[in-house]
């Protein structure tokens, strides 16, 4: 049997039924009555072949379907052979409703790799429209909050001040006196097979200063006002707090987000001191307990092996740091909508994110200062 749009041949068992030219919605009636010409009483298999379509879309797809299945309905197993790629997308969600089978004229194995590809493509787009996304938000966040300060968002900068830098100097110091140990211990252990003790004082002194001090203050304060930024700002969203800050005529980026981003700002950096006064303190108490250098030689060696310049990489890169991770912290927070158990999700999310945001722009700055030989 042959018509304009389809041509059928019969075998012992089996039919075989090539499809041809537009299957659209305006030949939809001429399609149902081709496709009701087709005898397969007595078949055991009815096998579309459709590789002379000329044109589909999801009308003719569904005809199509639809057939196959009162085919099925008789006893008849159907099957769908050689669609052009770029027919696909019209039969694939058609087909797959009833279980049915398509092949296309490219291999199934090449397609794999480029639906991947293509999915792998589609999730990085959304991934980077996102990263804008929150770029913006915490742009128009900071511009909203320092041009048009109020008394209360200074006070509130002062209180974040305070909270995010004063009340951290213990841990942040301890943490690092702690770490000054470690570092001159596994230096001395190290430099000791070459006669060679007295450069722990340069290695203690140059990597608290340039890379440890900071590093150690910018993680404990991710870990302590990071996840606080993203909880208390999480838990008000989710009282509706912000909504009565809005209807009191207040604006919460100027009195909530912007004076906990510059209240960390201003207090990163004078955490990075401590932090580099307390390393030091460490390497210094090792050295005179453990390794027979005073005091005095050790003062004066840290002198000859610093300068200004290598105080001054250190504290550089404080404000970045603290800009990240306040600015991680605050988006995190100001996310959340639903629920308690998302709170908790998103300001483990903050955390972790800040401390990988650190660690990536360290390394940016190292390249940096590498390259102009800093």
């Not at 050295?287 to 050790?298: W, Y």
Request: glycine letters at 8%.
């Amino acid at each position: 049997m042959e018509n304009a749009f389809l041509n059928a041949d019969r075998d012992t068992d089996s039919v075989t039924v090539s499809l041809k030219g537009d299957w659209v919605f305006g030949n939809v009636q001429d399609l149902e009555s081709a496709l009701a010409d087709v005898d397969a009483s007595g078949a055991s298999a009815v096998t579309f072949q459709c590789g002379g379509l000329q044109n589909i879309d999801i009308a003719g797809a569904w005809v199509l379907f639809r057939k196959s299945q009162n085919f099925e309905t008789t006893g008849c197993d159907t099957d769908f052979r050689g669609f052009k790629a770029a027919h696909f997308k019209f039969l694939k969600n058609v087909t797959q409703a009833g279980g049915s089978s398509i092949a296309t004229d490219h291999e199934a194995a090449p397609r794999v790799p480029r639906q991947r590809a293509q999915d792998a493509l589609e999730s990085l787009g959304k991934a980077a429209t996102s990263g804008l996304q929150d770029i913006g938000f915490i742009a128009m966040t900071i511009l909203q909050g320092i041009t048009k300060p109020s008394k209360l968002a200074v006070r509130e900068t002062v209180r974040q001040v305070y909270q995010t830098g004063v009340q951290a100097i213990p841990i942040i110091s301890l943490i690092s006196f702690l770490m000054g140990v470690v570092v001159a211990y596994q230096g001395a252990n190290q430099l000791a097979k070459f006669g060679a003790d007295i450069f722990v004082v340069d290695l203690v002194t140059i990597s608290i200063l340039r890379e440890m001090g900071v590093i150690m203050a910018a993680i404990m304060v991710a870990g302590r006002s990071g996840s606080a930024f993203a909880a208390s700002l999480g838990v008000m969203k989710l009282n509706e707090e912000l909504d009565a800050l809005r209807v009191m005529g207040l604006n919460p980026n100027q009195v909530l987000v912007a004076p906990r981003l510059i209240g960390l700002i201003i207090a990163l950096p004078l955490l990075t001191v401590f932090a580099d006064l307390a390393g030091l303190a460490g390497g210094l108490f090792l050295s005179v307990t453990l390794l027979d250098i005073s005091a005095v030689q050790f003062i004066d060696r840290a002198a000859n092996s610093a300068d200004l310049t290598t105080l001054f990489v250190g504290l550089v890169k404080a404000p970045v740091f603290a800009f990240l991770i306040g600015a991680v912290g605050t988006l995190r927070g100001l996310q959340v909508t639903s629920s308690a158990e998302q709170l908790g999700r998103l300001t483990t999310t903050a955390v972790v994110q800040a401390i990988a945001l650190i660690i990536a722009a360290d390394a940016v700055f190292t390249i940096i200062f590498i390259r102009l030989g800093i």
